[in-house]
């Protein structure tokens, strides 16, 4: 490992600078509370929630209990967790932070600070989602860096289409997880587009009882057959893990993704650019092919008008119906700051996701949405900017 926890506070890259008490007395005075959860987090809701870049970089231990641990590589999590132990749980609450994370990263250290803010219990979804971008825009700005690409997607929409196309289950399962995996969702496509026919296969029979089924249906089927044969696992398989299996071989056995299906899917991901032109071409697309989906797309509406109201030029925004961040918990909104002409670096990064706090031990679901900030990239390009300037002015 390349860091010293013992020498954090002496770290550079996660000592508190000059900016760090103007970044967060801004926070406090839009509503935020500062948060401080605990370095050593358990591993299970990483392992199980994040997205694959994630969990691919935690730095695992555990203790003398055998519960598995890790340092955080992330803060939204941790705020969630220490939200939903507190008093407040359920009840509108927002929190700021700024401190250290700790992830693989190749080259690079492994760890960095992070700031950002998170969000819980705001009925007004629109409001609040257009109230993170804005807040995300001033953090950038804070630091000197105004001229920036603001992409912004929605996986609600994705959702709400391939429900109205009531796809089986397990396409419907793979598509939406691969929605964040954009080669993995290429990917899931084309391999649904062709139908691999009938053929040779030991649990031919098993596969035909399954053809149609849902996840629930599998699960029981394959718990009978396992307590017949006296097993509960084969290679290390659980049961669950088995029987979804089996039902993907058996819904893709069962013919390919039809072929209007397919059409309206591509159509759909091909919707990128100005938002209230996208939101025409939606509506367009949901006519055309008999699909409910206007709540969906009222909803980014809405959220549209919610930005305008808070002085953003929404002609400035970029909107892509493919447009998603690789966080497997994400419900809704999706947006990433990037400065202009810096490639896929994100400055300032978040979303919605008002599913964790349900998966997280929350009695019942509760509205979540927030953003981080990429402080090590913000410094970078604000000291490029004053250089530059510093630059110029001698000459």
């Known amino acids: 490992m390349d860091f010293d926890m013992s020498r954090s506070a002496e770290n550079p890259a996660t000592r508190s600078p000059s900016w760090a008490d103007g970044l967060l007395s801004s926070f406090a005075q839009a509503g935020y509370v500062k948060a401080e959860p605990a370095i050593l987090q358990p591993a299970e809701p990483f392992l199980d929630l994040s997205g694959e870049d994630i969990r691919k970089s935690l730095y695992l231990t555990s203790d003398a209990g055998s519960e598995e641990l890790c340092l955080r590589p992330d803060l939204t999590i941790p705020v969630a967790r220490d939200y939903l132990a507190s008093g407040k749980a359920g009840q509108p609450a927002g929190f700021c932070y700024l401190g250290p994370v700790f992830r693989y990263r190749g080259g690079r250290s492994s760890e960095f600070l992070q700031a950002g803010i998170e969000s819980f219990g705001r009925q007004d979804r629109a409001a609040a989602d257009a109230e993170m971008l804005a807040l995300g825009l001033e953090a950038a700005a804070a630091f000197g860096i105004t001229d920036v690409d603001i992409r912004t997607g929605d996986v609600a929409l994705f959702t709400a289409l391939i429900d109205a196309l009531e796809l089986y289950p397990v396409w419907r399962r793979r598509l939406i ?75 893709l056995k069962s013919g390919a993704l039809p072929r209007d299906a397919l059409t309206i899917i591509k159509r759909f991901l091909a919707i990128a650019g100005d938002p209230d032109e996208a939101l025409g071409e939606l509506r367009a697309l949901a006519s055309d092919a008999g699909l409910d989906i206007h709540t969906a797309i009222d909803q980014v509406e809405s959220r549209i008008g919610f930005m305008a109201a808070r002085g953003i030029e929404t002609g400035s925004i970029g909107f892509a119906t493919s447009f998603g961040r690789g966080v497997d918990y994400y419900t809704g909104f999706e947006f990433e700051l990037q400065r202009k002409g810096n490639g896929d670096e994100p400055l300032v990064a978040g979303g919605r996701y008002d599913g964790l706090m349900t998966q997280l031990g929350a009695a019942a679901p509760i509205p979540a949405v927030g953003f981080s900030i990429w402080i090590e990239a913000l410094t970078r390009f604000a000291g490029e900017a004053s250089a530059s300037r510093t630059g110029r002015s001698a000459s």
Not at 177 to 193: M, P, V, W, Y
């Open 177 to 251: 997880k691969g929605f964040n995996r954009k080669s993995s969702l290429a990917q899931d496509i084309e391999r649904l587009t062709l139908a691999t026919g009938p053929g040779h296969n030991e649990y031919e029979g098993v596969l035909a009882a399954l053809a149609g089924s849902d996840r629930k249906a599998a699960l029981a089927l394959v718990t009978d057959m396992m307590s017949i044969a006296g097993a509960t696992n084969v290679g290390g398989r659980t049961l669950a893990e088995i029987a979804d299996r089996f039902l993907e071989q058996s819904t």
